[in-house]
T-cell receptor, first 115, second 114 residues
Framework: SAVISQKPSRDICQRGTSLTIQCQVD?????MFWYRQQPGQSLTLIAT?????????ESGFVIDKFPISRPNLTFSTLTVSNMSPEDSSIYLC????????????FGQGTRLTVV | GENVEQHPSTLSVQEGDSAVIKCTYS??????FPWYKQELGKRPQLIID?????GEKKDQRIAVTLNKTAKHFSLHITETQPEDSAVYFC?????????????FGRGTSLIVHP
């Protein structure tokens, strides 16, 4: 299993500003995932972050809007840039899948409100 | 890429009844099918999973069945209780560059009425 600490748990931000979300895992993992979950909706994959390489973004998500860092095998950050009210959502980091195709573990999520 | 369809989006049952949630997937190479439960305001957590070499798996009141030929899998909850009320997500994994990436269904909101 994996224990994931994610922070902040929630924030209220002004439009046009940026917020960086941090995710710390208690073990070394190759792949980390960032998801967005809008109210009542499913988990939409934003990007996959591998240590030592650029993140891979899903259709509809771009690096300029959601820059990701992955400095080592236990840590990653997601930045939501130049925020607008449409970015209000829950953001979750996750580990799992990988070579062994294991279950996913999630951080507790960051509830972002943009005003 | 993988596409996971999940039905129904909402399921309302009386306490003690059974609940069934169904998912289909598109990529025949997928071989791992987990189910997650997400209670309000909390993170999703695994409740049961099945791999493609098994057709059925049971854990107390929860069971999962898999039909690889038809590419569908289902979650069965028997003797439902109010605490089973939550959103349930199915998932299948796509293979990408030697690793697996989970793809989630849209979720089913299960409401168990006491």
């Amino acid at each position: 299993s994996a224990v994931i600490s994610q922070k902040p748990s929630r924030d209220i931000c002004q439009r046009g500003t940026s917020l960086t979300i941090q995710c710390q895992v208690d073990s070394q993992v190759t792949m980390m995932f960032w998801y967005r979950q809008q109210p009542g909706q499913s988990l939409t994959l934003i990007a996959t972050a591998n240590q030592g390489s650029e993140a891979t973004y899903e259709s509809g998500f771009v690096i300029d809007k959601f820059p990701i860092s992955r400095p080592n095998l236990t840590f990653s950050t997601l930045t939501v840039s130049n925020m607008s009210p449409e970015d209000s959502s829950i953001y979750l980091c996750s580990v799992g899948g990988g070579i062994m195709n294991t279950e996913a573990f999630f951080g507790q999520g960051t509830r972002l409100t943009v005003v | 890429g993988e596409n996971v369809e999940q039905h129904p989006s909402t399921l309302s049952v009386q306490e003690g009844d059974s609940a069934v949630i169904k998912c289909t997937y598109s990529d025949s190479a997928s071989n791992y099918f987990p189910w997650y439960k997400q209670e309000l305001g909390k993170r999703p957590q695994l409740i049961i999973d099945i791999r493609s070499n098994v057709g059925e798996k049971k854990d107390q009141r929860i069971a999962v069945t898999l039909n690889k030929t038809a590419k569908h899998f289902s979650l069965h909850i028997t003797e439902t209780q109010p605490e089973d009320s939550a959103v349930y997500f199915c998932a299948a994994s796509i293979r990408s560059g030697g690793s697996y990436i989970p793809t989630f269904g849209r979720g089913t909101s299960l409401i168990v009425h006491p």
